[in-house]
């Protein structure tokens, strides 16, 4: 599996890749909105130096029409360089922006998909990554479980490449269901994964193996 930091915050990024085996970041506009005020690709450029090589930067164009799309993604190859995933909503012209972003030798990301459907389209158009928002689809009675199944069952069947890449999440529940569900991938946000790694329950044991471990250093 492969774990991924939801957040365009260079403070949070710094310290998730120094605890956690980060394998990716990603961003979309309303993520970036949190760190205002910078200058867009300066603070992009931040972000993919401290992705280095080994960990993949996600970056979602905004355009809404496919043309618009790719000249964005044109623009963002041209600043950061061809190895970003470029996330492109899986919209009429989003399927037509990642035909087009592949054929020229791009790398994608397809997101906010809430539907099978989407995903099927986004695989079949040559997808790397599939985004599935977990927690919207379960705010709109939607079984994400099920989607994540259902693409992973179709990935593996027809030997496809594209990764799940489950995101969205505002519980480690969530994160959970959707690796057994057969996520490849999940992108968390760090207060999320921190939370998590602060259990009462988890503080308390290793706090009592802390004491014991004292007193049995000392003999007594
Ligand atoms: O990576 C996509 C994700 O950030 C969407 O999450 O919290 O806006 O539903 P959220």
Same mark, same amino acid.
């Given at each position: 599996?492969?774990?991924? %930091?939801?957040?365009?915050?260079?403070?949070? %990024?710094?310290?998730?890749?120094?605890?956690?085996?980060?394998?990716? /970041?990603?961003?979309?506009?309303?993520?970036?909105?949190?760190?205002?005020?910078?200058?867009?690709?300066?603070?992009?450029?931040?972000?993919?130096?401290?992705?280095?090589?080994?960990?993949?930067?996600?970056?979602?164009?905004? $355009?809404?029409?496919?043309?618009?799309?790719?000249?964005? @993604?044109?623009?963002?190859?041209?600043?950061?360089?061809?190895?970003?995933?470029?996330?492109?909503?899986?919209?009429?012209?989003? /399927?037509? @922006?990642?035909?087009?972003?592949?054929?020229?030798?791009?790398? /994608?990301?397809?997101?906010?998909?809430?539907?099978?459907?989407?995903?099927?389209?986004?695989?079949?158009?040559?997808?790397? !990554?599939? $985004?599935? !928002?977990?927690?919207?689809?379960?705010?709109?009675?939607?079984?994400?479980?099920?989607?994540?199944?259902?693409?992973?069952? +179709?990935?593996?069947?027809?030997?496809?490449?594209?990764?799940?890449? @489950? $995101?969205?999440?505002?519980?480690?529940?969530?994160?959970?269901?959707?690796?057994?569900?057969? *996520?490849?991938?999940?992108?968390?946000?760090?207060?999320?994964?921190?939370?998590? +790694?602060?259990?009462?329950?988890?503080? *308390?044991? *290793?706090? /009592?193996?802390?004491?014991? !471990?004292?007193?049995?250093?000392?003999?007594?």
């Amino acid at each position: 599996m492969e774990l991924m %930091l939801d957040t365009a915050n260079l403070e949070e %990024l710094k310290t998730g890749m120094e605890f956690y085996p980060v394998d990716g /970041v990603t961003t979309n506009p309303s993520i970036l909105k949190n760190d205002l005020p910078f200058d867009y690709y300066a603070h992009l450029k931040a972000i993919k130096e401290l992705c280095g090589d080994k960990r993949t930067f996600h970056v979602q164009l905004g $355009a809404e029409n496919w043309q618009d799309m790719l000249e964005e @993604a044109r623009e963002i190859w041209e600043k950061l360089g061809k190895d970003v995933y470029l996330k492109v909503p899986v919209t009429q012209d989003g /399927v037509k @922006a990642i035909k087009e972003i592949k054929g020229l030798g791009g790398r /994608v990301t397809a997101t906010c998909i809430y539907h099978t459907i989407q995903g099927i389209m986004a695989i079949h158009a040559g997808a790397d !990554y599939l $985004a599935p !928002y977990c927690n919207r689809m379960s705010d709109k009675d939607i079984d994400y479980i099920d989607v994540i199944s259902q693409l992973r069952e +179709l990935i593996d069947r027809d030997g496809y490449e594209a990764k799940i890449l @489950a $995101a969205s999440f505002k519980n480690m529940t969530q994160v959970t269901q959707a690796i057994y569900a057969g *996520a490849h991938t999940v992108t968390v946000q760090p207060a999320l994964l921190k939370s998590a +790694l602060h259990s009462p329950l988890v503080t *308390a044991a *290793a706090e /009592v193996f802390t004491k014991d !471990y004292n007193r049995v250093r000392e003999g007594k």
